[in-house]
């Protein structure tokens, strides 16, 4: 586990108690989140909880930043295709437990707002040391008053330290669970899987480009197959990658080996490595590489056709197609930072299916590293295994992300497929 879990709870109290009234803030949230502004704005009147515009996530600043509260998010990158909740600068994905969570960290956020101001005083007597006149009978009513104010209180700050340690527990519950508590597992390192495929609904990403008859999604989903390429071939792929990429490397933990452009990672940018290397290049592949490249390439692309019931010749490789080695170093450039959840259709337009072969095992080679896919209220992932192949539609019903690499080195290939033919590309050819 990340050192930051064990001091959450304390860190969420600490903060959560120091924040001034009006440090919770929502941006413009989705709206199937309407319900919990209602509520928000209903049962946490006065609270300084404000309803603002212009983002697609969730900041609670009194738990992830110090006060004054953040205008806006700065230094941490929105979610692009659903709402999410920033706890510490961490990212964690919508679940009905999380929405409990959010609501009582709202509840909080009324509760404590009559705490921050103080206890009315009883006006000071000017009468002598046990007087029985009106002053004195003022002054003592004034000071039982205060005592019984000061209960009150002390009471109240029992309950919202008591309901501020809750929340933080709930809160750090729900990120332990959208970070490792995957629900299901579509395919175990373990297994040897001839096909599974599972049909989901299509998203609207789709319409908004050129349609192409036959080819375009009207079938969408995710499969995983451990029959396509063999453990051999895979190993014989990982040595072209692990070849490629002695020449360069990031200087962070991802680097990248396009073999159709020649991108290269090279420290902190990437360089062209047939230009760059020249003929050093025929020292290093061999016409067998790109044959067996090829190879492996048209088998996928065949079997993508085959489970989304379309021709393979209306497919088109697409750009990027490339190489990815990752470790934990810690990330340079933002170039290195693969984790992120994202929608390959979003990043890409000419994207319409996806697919990635695996290069190296799961616990055996790597720790961490698994494949992603964050449905609504769960997690489904893939762990890598040499010679398994993932693939999918490459639209917002495929939100997807890679864990951390935890340990060791993570190789995979990510091999894109287009219906468009302007944007095709071919493959790669030892110059």
Known sequence: MPPLRPRLLPTARSRLAA????????FGLPPRYAGIKRFAESLCPGSGVRVL??????????????????????GIRPARSSAALLLGGRLLSPGRRQRRAERVALCLAGAM???????PRGPESGGTAGGTGRGGRRHSSAKKSRGQQ????????????????????LLSWSYLRAEDGVTEVLARHSENLQDKFVEIPCSEDYDSHKRFEG???KKCGRGVTDAVITREEAERIRRIAERGLSLGGSDGGASILDLHSGALSLGKHFVNLYR????????????????LYRDVRQRIQQRIAQAFGIKSASM????????SRINNTEA???????????????TYGSFDYTSLLYLSDYTEDFGGGRFVFMDAGSNKTIEPRAGRVSFFTSGSENLHRVEKVHWGTRYAITISFTCNPDHGIGDPVLI
């Open 19 to 26: 924040a001034p009234p009006g440090s919770i803030d929502w």
């Open 53 to 74: 515009s212009g983002r697609r996530h969730l900041l609670l600043s009194a738990l992830a930043s110090p006060s004054p509260p953040l205008s806006a998010p700065q």
């Open 332 to 346: 340079k450039t933002t170039h290195d930072e693969y984790w992120h959840p994202h929608v390959d259709k979003v």
């Open 113 to 119: 707002a009559p705490q921050r101001r103080a206890a």
């Open 150 to 169: 000061e209960s009150r209180w002390r009471w109240l700050k029992a309950a919202v330290l008591l309901s501020s340690a809750a929340a933080g527990g």
């Open 276 to 291: 760059y290397f020249g003929d050093k290049i025929q020292d290093i592949f061999t016409e067998e590489d790109f044959a």
């Open 215 to 217: 080819c375009t999604p």
């Open 316 to 323: 088109y490789l697409t750009k990027p197609t490339f190489f």
